[in-house]
């Protein structure tokens, strides 16, 4: 059977574009939210409401996905998670009341955490140490990509037919992206295309993993100790506080242009320029803090010392409410999504340097669960500040929440030993 060159790339390649998807079917709703509360007689709480349902389910399957995937493997737990939310978001095009939209969005959150659990756990098993941030970068970039792509390619598809259009579409790509992935993907010591030089190369990564976590077994093989190290409840803390600006970003910003800025339904395609800023912080968050250890910084030190950067960034966010033009608008939001997503990076690496490859997958899903409860609590205030009082102070929040992330994050520096 043909060899394939540098296989690892197109393996990651293909999370790329299944994470590209997972955006574009978060997304949808948020972008076409001012037509489908009208449509569907949705208040503002109704809306949070359904957000939430699908962060509820969100939460709950990012801790059971990685139970899933270490028990089933990445070829076969991703295909579930994909085909899973693909045909959620299709089913959303029929919803027709609050609470089938609250369904079909509960069931795109069951199927999109996989993926976030799977991917770490495929990179750890096809790529050595000093590729790793890379391709964490590029599957991560698919995310930002597809948070990019979406305002234009969903109003697009809505203009042309229907806002229904637009969710049956996405998703019936999802079914796709299916048929490539298990024709590809297997496990490196299985794969029957994988060249003798390349499987030399993840094996050699794969010995120096065990060599850097000899006592991974007894330190975090059950699951309870995974949740007690004092490694995971930290970044559980950071993600729960700093995690709400992304998710409002990609859930309200729209909204809010839309409610406060007068732009009408066509005109929030320009949100892809925020976005795109996102592609930027994902590639220069990784780039910055691989050039501190190219110095001589440490890994866990160099992330830190980026994510301080980022944590003096993202409170510009703060100034939306209080500037006039739009461009000004836009820009201030491009710059703390810009600044999130590099934070977003950084921290997440951290979580591959600090936690052997055994526990990855479980400890990723425990550590995003943080994002997504601190998402719910969001979702919750803003419905119920839009309601009563404004947007304004949501915007607020951003100044404080990435300093107060990045003083708990600094305790996981290395400490040099006392005499």
């Not at 003096?312 to 209080?322: E, Q, Y």
Request: proline share 5%; hydrophobic share 55%.
């Amino acid at each position: 059977m043909p060899r394939i060159r540098n296989l690892r790339w197109w393996v990651v390649s293909l999370i790329f574009f299944a994470s590209v998807l997972n955006y574009v079917d978060r997304q949808a709703l948020s972008i076409l939210a001012p037509t489908v509360q009208q449509e569907l007689g949705l208040s503002n709480e109704d809306y949070a409401a359904v957000l939430n349902a699908f962060l509820v389910a969100y939460t709950v399957a990012l801790i059971l996905s990685g139970k899933i995937v270490d028990r089933f493997g990445v070829r076969i737990s991703l295909a579930l998670f994909v085909g899973w939310w693909s045909i959620a978001n299709i089913l959303t095009g029929f919803a027709r009341s609050a609470g089938s939209l609250g369904v079909c969005r509960f069931l795109l959150g069951l199927g999109e955490a996989g993926n976030w659990t799977a991917a770490p756990k495929a990179v750890s098993e096809w790529f050595p140490a000093r590729e790793r941030g890379l391709a964490i970068g590029i599957y991560t970039l698919g995310a930002t990509i597809g948070a990019t792509l979406a305002p234009i390619l969903i109003v697009g598809l809505a203009s042309w037919h229907s806002w229904q259009a637009a969710f049956i579409v996405t998703g019936s790509a999802g079914l796709v992206w299916l048929i490539p992935w298990l024709w590809l993907y297997r496990r490196p010591a299985e794969h029957p295309r994988l060249s003798s030089e390349e499987r030399t190369l993840i094996e050699s990564g794969q010995a120096a993993d065990v060599a850097a976590h000899p006592a991974a077994v007894p330190d975090w093989g059950k699951w309870y100790r995974v949740l007690l190290r004092r490694e995971v409840l930290l970044l559980i803390f950071a993600r729960m506080l700093t995690d709400p600006v992304w998710y409002f970003f990609q859930f309200w910003f729209a909204k809010y242009l839309y409610d406060s800025r007068g732009l009408d339904q066509n005109s929030l395609s320009v949100t892809w320029v925020v976005y795109l800023a996102a592609d930027v912080g994902v590639l220069a968050g990784g780039w910055l803090s691989g050039r501190l250890i190219q110095r001589g910084t440490g890994p866990v030190r160099s992330r830190l010392w980026i994510m301080l950067a980022c944590a003096a960034l993202v409170p510009l966010g703060a100034a939306i409410p209080h500037v006039d033009a739009l461009w000004l608008v836009l820009a201030f939001g491009m710059v703390a999504v810009l600044a999130h997503l590099a934070w977003l990076i950084n921290l997440s690496a951290l979580v591959v340097d600090l936690v052997p490859r055994g526990s990855l997958a479980f400890a990723f899903g425990v550590i995003a669960a943080g994002s997504s409860l601190g998402g719910l609590v969001m979702n919750k205030a803003v419905g119920s500040l839009v309601t009563n009082t404004s947007y304004d102070p949501a915007f607020g929040f951003m100044l404080v929440l990435h300093p107060l992330a990045w003083l708990l994050a600094w305790q996981l520096r290395p400490r040099t030993p006392k005499a």
